[in-house]
Protein backbone atom coordinates (compact mmCIF):
# COMPACT_ATOMS: atom_id res chain seq x y z
CA UNK A 1 0.00 0.00 0.00
CA UNK A 2 2.85 2.48 1.25
CA UNK A 3 4.46 1.21 -2.50
CA UNK A 4 1.28 2.43 -3.94
CA UNK A 5 0.67 5.67 -2.48
CA UNK A 6 4.68 6.83 -3.23
CA UNK A 7 3.61 7.11 -6.80
CA UNK A 8 1.52 9.86 -6.52
CA UNK A 9 4.36 11.45 -4.23
CA UNK A 10 5.85 14.34 -7.42
CA UNK A 11 4.36 17.24 -8.82
CA UNK A 12 2.62 16.12 -11.58
CA UNK A 13 -0.13 14.15 -9.58
CA UNK A 14 0.07 16.24 -6.71
CA UNK A 15 -1.27 19.82 -8.96
CA UNK A 16 -3.62 17.22 -11.03
CA UNK A 17 -5.09 16.17 -7.64
CA UNK A 18 -5.05 20.13 -6.32
CA UNK A 19 -6.97 20.97 -9.60
CA UNK A 20 -9.50 17.81 -9.01
CA UNK A 21 -9.82 19.49 -5.40
CA UNK A 22 -11.02 22.99 -6.60
CA UNK A 23 -13.55 21.77 -8.82
CA UNK A 24 -14.77 19.48 -6.27
CA UNK A 25 -15.06 22.39 -4.00
CA UNK A 26 -17.02 24.22 -6.05
CA UNK A 27 -18.98 21.41 -6.77
CA UNK A 28 -20.10 20.72 -3.37
CA UNK A 29 -20.07 24.02 -2.05
CA UNK A 30 -21.53 26.29 -4.63
CA UNK A 31 -21.37 29.53 -1.96
CA UNK A 32 -17.77 29.01 -2.30
CA UNK A 33 -17.78 29.88 -6.50
CA UNK A 34 -19.65 32.97 -5.93
CA UNK A 35 -17.88 35.72 -8.26
CA UNK A 36 -19.92 38.63 -6.28
CA UNK A 37 -22.19 38.96 -3.71
CA UNK A 38 -25.05 41.67 -2.81
CA UNK A 39 -24.19 43.71 -0.85
CA UNK A 40 -26.68 46.49 -1.39
CA UNK A 41 -25.84 50.30 -1.97
CA UNK A 42 -24.19 50.55 1.28
CA UNK A 43 -20.90 49.78 -0.48
CA UNK A 44 -19.03 50.25 -3.85
CA UNK A 45 -19.34 48.16 -6.11
CA UNK A 46 -15.70 46.65 -6.59
CA UNK A 47 -16.46 45.42 -2.48
CA UNK A 48 -18.75 42.86 -4.38
CA UNK A 49 -16.15 40.87 -5.58
CA UNK A 50 -14.05 41.16 -2.41
CA UNK A 51 -15.21 37.60 -0.52
CA UNK A 52 -14.46 35.66 -3.48
CA UNK A 53 -10.94 37.10 -4.15
CA UNK A 54 -10.51 36.27 0.03
CA UNK A 55 -11.77 32.55 -1.11
CA UNK A 56 -9.53 32.47 -3.56
CA UNK A 57 -6.36 33.03 -1.93
CA UNK A 58 -6.86 31.04 1.19
CA UNK A 59 -8.13 27.99 -1.08
CA UNK A 60 -5.43 28.15 -3.09
CA UNK A 61 -3.24 29.16 -1.07
CA UNK A 62 -3.55 25.61 1.55
CA UNK A 63 -3.81 23.15 -1.22
CA UNK A 64 -0.37 24.81 -2.38
CA UNK A 65 0.96 24.42 1.18
CA UNK A 66 -0.14 21.25 1.59
CA UNK A 67 0.76 19.92 -2.15
CA UNK A 68 3.92 21.28 -1.66
CA UNK A 69 4.89 20.09 1.95
CA UNK A 70 4.11 16.58 0.57
CA UNK A 71 6.59 17.18 -1.95
CA UNK A 72 9.41 17.53 0.73
CA UNK A 73 9.21 22.02 -0.10
CA UNK A 74 10.95 24.11 2.83
CA UNK A 75 7.65 25.92 3.87
CA UNK A 76 9.40 28.38 6.33
CA UNK A 77 8.77 31.49 4.10
CA UNK A 78 6.03 30.45 1.70
CA UNK A 79 3.35 32.53 3.27
CA UNK A 80 4.98 35.83 2.34
CA UNK A 81 6.15 34.36 -1.08
CA UNK A 82 2.34 33.71 -2.10
CA UNK A 83 1.23 36.05 -0.46
CA UNK A 84 3.46 38.50 -2.66
CA UNK A 85 2.97 36.43 -6.12
CA UNK A 86 -0.76 36.18 -5.36
CA UNK A 87 -0.46 40.01 -5.49
CA UNK A 88 1.33 41.01 -8.57
CA UNK A 89 -0.52 38.49 -9.89
CA UNK A 90 -3.91 40.00 -9.00
CA UNK A 91 -2.20 43.94 -10.62
CA UNK A 92 -1.90 42.00 -13.69
CA UNK A 93 -5.67 40.77 -13.58
CA UNK A 94 -6.71 44.22 -12.63
CA UNK A 95 -4.71 45.75 -15.37
CA UNK A 96 -6.42 43.70 -17.80
CA UNK A 97 -9.41 44.58 -16.33
CA UNK A 98 -9.03 48.62 -17.22
CA UNK A 99 -11.19 49.28 -20.37
CA UNK A 100 -8.72 50.87 -22.13
CA UNK A 101 -6.48 47.91 -21.81
CA UNK A 102 -8.89 45.44 -22.58
CA UNK A 103 -10.18 47.80 -25.59
CA UNK A 104 -6.15 46.55 -26.88
CA UNK A 105 -7.29 42.44 -25.98
CA UNK A 106 -3.83 42.24 -23.63
CA UNK A 107 -4.45 39.08 -21.18
CA UNK A 108 -3.57 39.11 -17.42
CA UNK A 109 -1.19 36.46 -17.88
CA UNK A 110 0.89 39.04 -20.23
CA UNK A 111 1.35 41.72 -17.32
CA UNK A 112 1.60 39.19 -14.81
CA UNK A 113 5.04 37.65 -17.01
CA UNK A 114 5.91 41.57 -17.70
CA UNK A 115 6.21 42.17 -14.00
CA UNK A 116 7.64 38.57 -12.91
CA UNK A 117 10.44 39.77 -15.48
CA UNK A 118 10.85 42.94 -14.24
CA UNK A 119 11.39 42.09 -10.56
CA UNK A 120 13.59 39.41 -11.46
CA UNK A 121 15.96 41.15 -13.49
CA UNK A 122 15.87 44.32 -11.92
CA UNK A 123 16.01 43.35 -8.29
CA UNK A 124 17.17 39.31 -8.65
CA UNK A 125 14.99 36.92 -6.39
CA UNK A 126 15.45 36.68 -2.97
CA UNK A 127 15.65 33.73 -0.65
CA UNK A 128 12.64 34.21 0.93
CA UNK A 129 10.51 34.83 -1.66
CA UNK A 130 11.78 31.00 -3.66
CA UNK A 131 9.18 28.81 -1.97
CA UNK A 132 6.19 29.66 -4.12
CA UNK A 133 8.19 30.60 -7.15
CA UNK A 134 6.60 26.94 -8.54
CA UNK A 135 5.45 27.71 -12.27
CA UNK A 136 4.83 24.14 -13.90
CA UNK A 137 3.28 23.51 -10.22
CA UNK A 138 0.01 26.19 -10.91
CA UNK A 139 -0.03 25.46 -14.70
CA UNK A 140 -0.94 21.85 -13.81
CA UNK A 141 -3.34 22.91 -11.54
CA UNK A 142 -4.83 25.24 -13.80
CA UNK A 143 -5.13 23.23 -16.73
CA UNK A 144 -7.12 20.65 -14.84
CA UNK A 145 -10.34 23.42 -14.54
CA UNK A 146 -9.40 24.22 -18.15
CA UNK A 147 -11.39 21.25 -19.01
CA UNK A 148 -14.78 22.62 -17.62
CA UNK A 149 -14.48 25.09 -20.04
CA UNK A 150 -14.90 22.39 -22.78
CA UNK A 151 -18.36 21.51 -23.27
CA UNK A 152 -18.83 19.40 -26.17
CA UNK A 153 -23.04 19.99 -26.24
CA UNK A 154 -22.37 23.11 -26.62
CA UNK A 155 -19.69 23.12 -29.32
CA UNK A 156 -22.07 20.40 -31.38
CA UNK A 157 -24.64 23.09 -31.14
CA UNK A 158 -22.29 25.37 -33.44
CA UNK A 159 -22.51 23.09 -36.38
CA UNK A 160 -20.54 20.84 -37.95
CA UNK A 161 -19.02 23.26 -40.52
CA UNK A 162 -16.87 24.76 -37.59
CA UNK A 163 -15.72 21.67 -36.75
CA UNK A 164 -14.83 20.71 -39.61
CA UNK A 165 -12.82 23.83 -40.72
CA UNK A 166 -10.93 23.20 -36.77
CA UNK A 167 -9.77 20.36 -37.98
CA UNK A 168 -8.78 20.95 -41.52
CA UNK A 169 -7.09 24.00 -40.21
CA UNK A 170 -5.20 22.95 -36.73
CA UNK A 171 -3.90 19.70 -39.18
CA UNK A 172 -2.57 21.78 -41.53
CA UNK A 173 -1.69 24.20 -39.61
CA UNK A 174 0.16 22.37 -37.29
CA UNK A 175 2.12 19.93 -39.46
CA UNK A 176 3.30 23.50 -41.61
CA UNK A 177 4.84 25.33 -38.76
CA UNK A 178 6.90 22.00 -37.29
CA UNK A 179 7.82 21.35 -41.04
CA UNK A 180 8.73 24.93 -40.73
CA UNK A 181 10.45 24.88 -37.50
CA UNK A 182 12.66 22.15 -38.60
CA UNK A 183 13.44 23.95 -41.65
CA UNK A 184 14.87 26.98 -39.55
CA UNK A 185 16.67 25.16 -37.08
CA UNK A 186 14.01 25.31 -34.34
CA UNK A 187 14.42 22.66 -31.80
CA UNK A 188 11.70 19.87 -31.65
CA UNK A 189 10.33 21.26 -28.05
CA UNK A 190 10.25 24.65 -28.97
CA UNK A 191 8.61 23.62 -32.43
CA UNK A 192 5.94 21.29 -30.98
CA UNK A 193 4.99 24.88 -28.80
CA UNK A 194 4.67 27.43 -31.79
CA UNK A 195 2.66 24.76 -33.71
CA UNK A 196 -0.42 24.37 -31.57
CA UNK A 197 -0.13 28.01 -30.31
CA UNK A 198 -0.23 28.82 -33.99
CA UNK A 199 -2.67 26.06 -35.09
CA UNK A 200 -4.86 25.63 -31.80
CA UNK A 201 -6.00 29.04 -29.70
CA UNK A 202 -2.70 30.46 -28.72
CA UNK A 203 -1.84 31.23 -24.99
CA UNK A 204 -3.92 27.65 -23.34
CA UNK A 205 -2.40 25.63 -26.39
CA UNK A 206 1.30 26.92 -25.88
CA UNK A 207 0.35 26.27 -21.96
CA UNK A 208 -1.06 22.52 -22.03
CA UNK A 209 1.78 21.43 -25.19
CA UNK A 210 4.30 22.88 -22.75
CA UNK A 211 2.46 20.41 -19.60
CA UNK A 212 2.00 18.20 -21.85
CA UNK A 213 5.54 17.94 -22.95
CA UNK A 214 7.18 18.89 -19.62
CA UNK A 215 9.07 21.73 -21.02
CA UNK A 216 11.11 24.26 -20.46
CA UNK A 217 8.64 27.50 -18.78
CA UNK A 218 11.17 30.33 -20.44
CA UNK A 219 10.40 29.26 -24.04
CA UNK A 220 6.56 28.93 -22.88
CA UNK A 221 7.01 32.52 -21.73
CA UNK A 222 8.45 33.33 -24.50
CA UNK A 223 5.98 32.18 -26.98
CA UNK A 224 3.22 33.39 -24.74
CA UNK A 225 4.59 36.98 -24.86
CA UNK A 226 5.13 36.32 -28.60
CA UNK A 227 0.92 35.00 -29.03
CA UNK A 228 -0.14 38.03 -27.14
CA UNK A 229 1.69 40.78 -28.99
CA UNK A 230 1.15 39.50 -32.45
CA UNK A 231 -2.48 39.04 -31.48
CA UNK A 232 -3.03 42.97 -30.88
CA UNK A 233 -2.27 44.30 -34.37
CA UNK A 234 -4.45 41.30 -36.15
CA UNK A 235 -7.15 42.22 -33.97
CA UNK A 236 -7.71 45.76 -35.60
CA UNK A 237 -5.92 44.63 -39.28
CA UNK A 238 -7.98 41.77 -39.93
CA UNK A 239 -11.57 43.21 -39.46
CA UNK A 240 -10.57 46.32 -41.87
CA UNK A 241 -8.90 43.60 -44.64
CA UNK A 242 -12.57 41.59 -44.30
CA UNK A 243 -14.09 44.45 -45.33
CA UNK A 244 -11.88 45.51 -47.86
CA UNK A 245 -12.55 42.04 -49.49
CA UNK A 246 -16.15 42.45 -49.45
CA UNK A 247 -16.17 39.28 -47.14
CA UNK A 248 -20.02 38.11 -45.79
CA UNK A 249 -20.04 38.53 -41.84
CA UNK A 250 -20.10 34.88 -41.79
CA UNK A 251 -16.84 34.09 -43.58
CA UNK A 252 -15.18 36.91 -41.90
CA UNK A 253 -16.49 35.68 -38.45
CA UNK A 254 -15.10 32.12 -39.50
CA UNK A 255 -11.76 33.39 -40.61
CA UNK A 256 -11.58 35.88 -37.58
CA UNK A 257 -11.85 32.87 -34.87
CA UNK A 258 -9.77 30.77 -36.60
CA UNK A 259 -6.16 32.56 -36.86
CA UNK A 260 -6.25 34.92 -33.82
CA UNK A 261 -4.77 33.64 -31.26
CA UNK A 262 -6.54 34.75 -27.86
CA UNK A 263 -10.50 34.41 -27.13
CA UNK A 264 -10.87 38.19 -26.07
CA UNK A 265 -9.04 39.42 -28.83
CA UNK A 266 -11.32 37.40 -31.31
CA UNK A 267 -14.44 38.79 -29.57
CA UNK A 268 -13.02 42.39 -29.86
CA UNK A 269 -12.21 41.97 -33.37
CA UNK A 270 -15.99 40.58 -34.17
CA UNK A 271 -17.58 43.50 -32.59
CA UNK A 272 -16.26 45.99 -34.87
CA UNK A 273 -17.89 44.01 -37.51
CA UNK A 274 -20.68 43.31 -35.86
CA UNK A 275 -23.35 40.59 -34.10
CA UNK A 276 -23.24 37.88 -37.05
CA UNK A 277 -19.39 38.23 -37.49
CA UNK A 278 -18.50 38.06 -33.78
CA UNK A 279 -21.17 35.18 -33.34
CA UNK A 280 -19.55 33.49 -35.65
CA UNK A 281 -15.88 34.26 -34.83
CA UNK A 282 -16.61 32.65 -30.72
CA UNK A 283 -18.00 29.75 -32.65
CA UNK A 284 -15.16 28.78 -34.88
CA UNK A 285 -12.79 29.30 -31.67
CA UNK A 286 -14.55 27.38 -29.46
CA UNK A 287 -14.79 24.60 -31.78
CA UNK A 288 -10.66 24.92 -31.65
CA UNK A 289 -10.58 25.26 -28.04
CA UNK A 290 -12.90 22.16 -27.77
CA UNK A 291 -9.81 19.93 -29.80
CA UNK A 292 -7.01 21.52 -27.21
CA UNK A 293 -7.58 18.03 -24.88
CA UNK A 294 -7.28 15.94 -28.28
CA UNK A 295 -3.85 18.03 -29.06
CA UNK A 296 -2.70 17.67 -25.86
CA UNK A 297 -2.94 13.99 -25.32
CA UNK A 298 -1.27 13.64 -28.79
CA UNK A 299 1.26 15.91 -27.59
CA UNK A 300 1.52 13.66 -24.53
CA UNK A 301 1.67 10.33 -26.26
CA UNK A 302 3.94 11.79 -29.36
CA UNK A 303 6.64 12.95 -26.69
CA UNK A 304 6.40 9.86 -23.96
CA UNK A 305 7.55 7.81 -26.67
CA UNK A 306 10.04 10.28 -28.31
CA UNK A 307 11.56 12.03 -24.84
CA UNK A 308 14.71 13.15 -24.66
CA UNK A 309 16.90 10.40 -23.55
CA UNK A 310 16.84 8.02 -26.80
CA UNK A 311 18.75 5.17 -24.54
CA UNK A 312 15.34 4.55 -22.21
CA UNK A 313 13.45 2.10 -23.72
CA UNK A 314 9.82 3.32 -24.19
CA UNK A 315 8.03 0.40 -22.03
CA UNK A 316 4.35 0.63 -20.78
CA UNK A 317 6.19 1.67 -17.60
CA UNK A 318 8.15 4.43 -18.86
CA UNK A 319 5.36 5.70 -21.52
CA UNK A 320 3.08 5.84 -17.96
CA UNK A 321 5.83 7.63 -16.02
CA UNK A 322 6.70 10.16 -18.74
CA UNK A 323 3.20 10.63 -19.47
CA UNK A 324 1.75 14.24 -17.77
CA UNK A 325 -1.19 13.55 -15.42
CA UNK A 326 -2.84 16.70 -15.59
CA UNK A 327 -4.69 15.16 -19.16
CA UNK A 328 -6.71 12.78 -17.52
CA UNK A 329 -7.72 15.99 -14.84
CA UNK A 330 -8.10 17.94 -18.06
CA UNK A 331 -10.15 14.52 -19.58
CA UNK A 332 -12.24 13.91 -16.45
CA UNK A 333 -13.58 17.45 -15.61
CA UNK A 334 -14.60 17.71 -19.49
CA UNK A 335 -16.59 14.64 -19.62
CA UNK A 336 -18.26 15.25 -16.15
CA UNK A 337 -19.30 19.20 -16.90
CA UNK A 338 -20.20 17.85 -20.71
CA UNK A 339 -22.02 14.72 -19.66
CA UNK A 340 -22.89 14.57 -15.98
CA UNK A 341 -23.89 17.92 -15.68
CA UNK A 342 -27.27 19.97 -17.28
CA UNK A 343 -26.27 22.76 -19.19
CA UNK A 344 -27.64 25.07 -16.61
CA UNK A 345 -25.32 23.77 -13.75
CA UNK A 346 -22.24 23.84 -15.63
CA UNK A 347 -22.50 26.95 -17.12
CA UNK A 348 -23.43 28.53 -13.33
CA UNK A 349 -20.44 26.39 -12.38
CA UNK A 350 -17.98 26.93 -15.27
CA UNK A 351 -17.69 30.83 -14.13
CA UNK A 352 -15.84 30.58 -10.81
CA UNK A 353 -14.19 27.64 -12.33
CA UNK A 354 -12.55 29.86 -15.23
CA UNK A 355 -11.79 32.77 -12.09
CA UNK A 356 -9.85 29.95 -10.41
CA UNK A 357 -8.04 28.52 -13.48
CA UNK A 358 -7.50 32.70 -14.63
CA UNK A 359 -5.50 33.34 -11.33
CA UNK A 360 -3.82 29.84 -11.28
CA UNK A 361 -2.86 30.77 -14.58
CA UNK A 362 -1.87 34.49 -13.71
CA UNK A 363 0.64 33.00 -10.44
CA UNK A 364 2.11 30.45 -12.60
CA UNK A 365 3.40 33.27 -15.07
CA UNK A 366 4.46 36.21 -12.59
CA UNK A 367 6.50 33.07 -11.31
CA UNK A 368 8.20 31.97 -14.75
CA UNK A 369 8.60 35.97 -15.08
CA UNK A 370 10.37 35.41 -11.56
CA UNK A 371 12.61 32.37 -12.90
CA UNK A 372 13.88 33.96 -16.14
CA UNK A 373 16.39 36.48 -17.49
CA UNK A 374 14.84 39.27 -19.63
CA UNK A 375 18.08 39.63 -21.93
CA UNK A 376 17.85 34.80 -22.73
CA UNK A 377 13.91 35.09 -23.29
CA UNK A 378 13.88 38.64 -25.69
CA UNK A 379 17.67 38.22 -26.99
CA UNK A 380 18.88 37.63 -30.74
CA UNK A 381 19.02 34.05 -30.06
CA UNK A 382 15.24 34.11 -30.63
CA UNK A 383 14.61 35.85 -33.73
CA UNK A 384 14.28 32.07 -35.80
CA UNK A 385 11.38 31.26 -33.15
CA UNK A 386 9.82 34.92 -34.09
CA UNK A 387 10.42 34.33 -37.84
CA UNK A 388 9.06 30.72 -37.51
CA UNK A 389 6.32 31.85 -35.96
CA UNK A 390 5.13 34.99 -37.90
CA UNK A 391 5.42 32.96 -41.11
CA UNK A 392 3.36 30.20 -39.94
CA UNK A 393 0.95 32.59 -38.81
CA UNK A 394 1.13 34.01 -42.34
CA UNK A 395 0.14 30.72 -43.39
CA UNK A 396 -2.64 30.06 -41.24
CA UNK A 397 -4.14 33.28 -42.16
CA UNK A 398 -3.67 32.54 -46.00
CA UNK A 399 -5.26 29.02 -45.61
CA UNK A 400 -8.38 30.13 -43.10
CA UNK A 401 -9.26 32.24 -45.62
CA UNK A 402 -9.83 29.96 -48.19
CA UNK A 403 -11.44 27.38 -45.99
CA UNK A 404 -13.78 29.91 -44.49
CA UNK A 405 -14.98 31.14 -48.20
CA UNK A 406 -15.45 28.02 -48.96
CA UNK A 407 -17.30 26.50 -45.97
CA UNK A 408 -19.51 29.29 -45.37
CA UNK A 409 -19.18 31.76 -48.42
CA UNK A 410 -21.97 32.89 -50.85
CA UNK A 411 -19.28 33.06 -53.59
CA UNK A 412 -19.63 36.52 -53.45
CA UNK A 413 -16.07 37.40 -53.30
CA UNK A 414 -14.85 40.81 -54.15
CA UNK A 415 -12.68 44.02 -53.59
CA UNK A 416 -14.74 46.85 -51.87
CA UNK A 417 -12.12 49.71 -52.52
Known amino acids: ?55 KFLVIGIL ?16 LSFLFIYGVSFIGEYIATIPSIKHLGFESVFFSVAI ?16 AVRSEFFIKAGLVLLGTGIIFGQIMKAGSLGMVQAVIVILLVWNFTFWLSKKLGVDNEMGVLLSTAVSICGVSAAIAASGAMKGDSKKLSFVVSLVLVVAVPMMYIMPYLSELLGLSHEVAGAWLGGTIDTTGAVVASGKFLGPVAESQSVIIKSAQNALLGVAAFAISIYW ?40 ETAKALGGPAKALRGTLFSIAFVAIGLETDFRKVFGKENARFTT ?12 TLGVAFLLFGKYEFSFGF
Do not use: H
Open 64 to 79: SAIGLKILNVNLKWFP
Open 304 to 343: SLKGTNQELRPTPSVLWDRFPKFVIGFVLASVIFSFFMDA
Open 116 to 131: GLLIRNIFGLPKWLEP
Open 1 to 55: MKKFLLQFKNEDWISTIMGGVLILLIVLIPSLGQVKYDFGDSYPAWFSKVPFELT
Open 388 to 399: TFLIAQLFNILL
